[in-house]
């Protein structure tokens, strides 16, 4: 399919699996896009790359922030209408899903976002622990995807290094939390800005 036939470039979609935002995210966005027949390039990276740049950490634990944040967390889950029940462990490592994706997207992108909303939801909606490979490896088995190759795939070189340069390129793209989007070359950063890339969709930016 050719841009014109698509309606536009892909919307970029970065997302750390540790983000509940990010979460609230996942289930929003692809509705949006095929509004304006865009596609979205789901692209997973890692949040403590850049709180090491940044000298940050996660919102969860700052002082006031982090109250704040777990309030208005429920408050949009209830506005989008997505249950939310957090994982005991949070936030947690999201290195094996993030190389579950990338290993998938090179293969079949409808498949690896799939699988990505899948450990979304299992995270976020059942509060289960995302953290392992073996948790992965189930969730992705129940979307369909072969558990043997995506087993050897998570500990494949090649893969780690795929993510690893994955997200220093969305640090290199401007990448500052997640949930992060780049529509037609403008960054939006978390779940809020949802309503903002769609008014951006329709009006062709402002």
């Known amino acids: 399919?050719?841009?014109?036939?698509?309606g536009g470039d892909p919307i970029l979609f970065y997302f750390d699996f540790s983000s509940p935002f990010a979460y609230l995210a996942a289930n929003k966005i692809n509705d949006v896009?095929?509004?304006?027949n865009r596609e979205v390039d789901w692209r997973p990276t890692l949040l403590g790359a850049?709180?090491?740049?940044?000298?940050?950490?996660?919102?969860?634990?700052?002082?006031?922030?982090?109250?704040?944040?777990?309030?208005d967390l429920a408050r949009c889950a209830r506005l989008m209408g997505l249950p939310m029940e957090m994982p005991e462990s949070f936030p947690f490592l999201s290195v094996a899903a993030a190389r579950a994706v990338w290993?998938?997207?090179?293969?079949?992108?409808?498949l690896a976002q799939k699988v990505a909303l899948a450990l979304f939801n299992a995270a976020f909606q059942e509060a289960k622990a995302i953290n392992s490979a073996e948790a992965v490896l189930e969730i992705a088995a129940d979307c369909g995807v072969d558990a043997?190759?995506?087993?050897?795939a998570l500990n494949d070189p090649e893969v780690k290094e795929k993510l690893k340069m994955e997200v220093d390129a969305s640090i290199a793209a401007g990448v500052c939390g997640a949930p992060f989007f780049i529509v037609d070359g403008e960054p939006f950063w978390g779940a809020d800005r949802i309503d903002h890339i769609e008014h951006w969709l329709s009006t062709g930016g402002w």
């Open 33 to 36: 896009a095929k509004l304006y």
């Open 50 to 71: 850049v709180f090491k740049l940044n000298g940050n950490k996660p919102l969860m634990d700052q002082p006031l922030k982090g109250e704040y944040a777990r309030r």
């Open 1 to 6: 399919m050719t841009d014109s036939e698509t």
């Open 148 to 152: 043997d190759e995506l087993k050897a």
């Open 103 to 110: 290993w998938l997207k090179g293969k079949d992108e409808a």
